[in-house]
């Protein structure tokens, strides 16, 4: 039976760089200057100490913008009380939370349950752990989920699925959405693969929603920041004009591209998105497809240009643009999880025989 785990888990050493940028801040600006204004960390408990009430909002305003910028949802932090020290020093305690809270998760548990999904959720310590027969059922439970805690940072780890042969763990897949992206490459992807039962996670490249090059507007699962810090199985980029240009100008998409590709993980693009692989230097010696004058305009004398609506060279992946999104996710279904369940998955679609 397929499962997969609710949490909630910061980095705590990001927490330590995110803290050590704030004093390094505090120690050099012109307003702090004789100021004993400093965050202090032991483990995931925090304190903060000025010289008065109005610099110890400005230090947790110059934290709160540091732990963002390293990744960490805010939403972790407890604040205390500000206590007096000496004179109008102040001091107060911040707690990084961590694991969901016994409260929360009976709440999760009840939600789920009230919610009439054929699921079974059951706390396991600090983690809730949520099972079902169907897949689809429970990345319907994800969204569900998704909404009813906004006030809260979860993650959603560990898909496994059991057989006779043992317990699988389900792919993840991370697909990056720019401003401008073309939304059917987008929303198909991310769809199918879905209905296949592997795990996605869409990420904004800011913590804006996302206008698509024909105006509808997609609000991504994470930030990409957020999103770097798993691991995933294959990166899938959308095309669209201009999301490509804002993903080919991202350093972090272009170090990912060449990391995945490095490790032997899948890489796949669509449209216009190919050219992204191009400039990562992923497409030499491969054979690839992408929208017409994108990759074939381009000076790519070690890369073979193709016409095919998907093209699969190795563990990279193209397909040419809107028209082809849907051949482009289900081979990618048939890549990760099998072609028995990419025909179970294209057969409900109702595709007209070729």
Not at 314 to 328: E, H, K, L, V
């Amino acid at each position: 039976m397929p499962s997969f785990d609710i949490v909630s888990e910061v980095d705590k050493q990001e927490v330590k760089n995110a803290i050590e940028q704030t004093n390094k801040e505090v120690s050099t600006r012109f307003d702090f200057k004789g100021s004993d204004a400093r965050v202090e960390q032991t483990e995931y408990q925090l304190t903060v100490h000025a010289d008065d009430d109005f610099k110890l909002g400005q230090v947790i305003d110059i934290l709160n913008a540091k732990l963002i910028k390293r990744g960490i949802d805010i939403q972790c932090l407890a604040l205390g009380k500000i206590e007096k020290v000496s004179g109008n020093k102040v001091k107060q305690s911040v707690t990084v939370e961590t694991g969901v809270a016994a409260e929360l998760a009976k709440k999760i548990v009840k939600q789920l349950k009230d919610g009439k999904l054929k699921v079974q959720a059951s706390i396991q310590g600090e983690a809730v752990r949520v099972s079902g027969a169907k897949r689809d059922t429970l990345q319907t439970a994800i969204q569900q989920v998704r909404q009813f805690v906004t006030d809260f940072p979860l993650q959603f780890q560990n898909f496994r699925e059991k057989s006779r042969q043992g317990v699988r763990i389900m792919p993840k897949v991370l697909v990056p959405i720019a401003q401008g992206c073309e939304e059917m490459e987008a929303v198909t992807v991310i769809d199918l693969l879905r209905r296949a039962g592997i795990e996605v996670v869409s990420a904004g490249l800011d913590m804006l929603p996302v206008k698509a090059s024909q105006g509808v507007t997609l609000v991504p699962d994470t930030t990409l920041e957020l999103a770097l810090k798993d691991d995933f199985d294959m990166i899938v980029l959308p095309g669209g004009i201009p999301g490509t240009t804002h993903l080919k100008e991202d350093a972090r998409i272009q170090h990912l591209v060449r990391q995945m590709d490095t490790a032997g993980k899948y890489v796949a693009a669509i449209c216009a998105a190919p050219a992204v692989l191009a400039k990562a230097g992923v497409l030499q010696g491969k054979r690839a497809t992408s929208y017409p004058g994108v990759l074939d305009q381009m000076n790519l004398p070690d890369t073979a240009y193709l016409t095919t609506p998907v093209v699969k060279d190795g563990r990279i992946i193209t397909s040419r643009g809107p028209g082809t999104a849907m051949d482009f996710a289900l081979e990618l279904v048939e890549t990760l999880v099998g072609k028995e369940k990419r025909d179970e998955v294209e057969a409900r679609l109702q595709r007209p025989a070729n």
